[in-house]
């Protein structure tokens, strides 16, 4: 691999990296206007069932190449938690 490969490289892990982050900013300002719609609705602000379907829906399908099924579980459970905590303080 040459210098400028890992250059190229370096530079696409970052244009993902940003990706990234603007993904979780926009999952954040959801949680928000979510756990305004249950603090409306009397909603409790914790859906276990709803976290365990999502993570079951995606871990279904990942690519072979990819995170294997734990690391990527691992992900998510964290940004659900964060999410969650997320929900939870601005649902009161």
Known sequence: ???PELHRMRAAMDAINERMVDV???RARLCRRIAA???ENGQPAKDPAR???MLAA????GPADGFGRDE???ILRQVFATSRD???????
């Open 86 to 92: 997320l929900v939870e303080r601005c649902a009161r």
């Open 58 to 61: 995606l871990l279904r399908a």
């Open 37 to 39: 719609w249950k603090r």
């Open 1 to 3: 691999m040459s210098e």
């Open 24 to 26: 979780l900013h926009e």
């Open 51 to 53: 976290e365990d379907a």
């Open 72 to 74: 990527l579980a691992a």
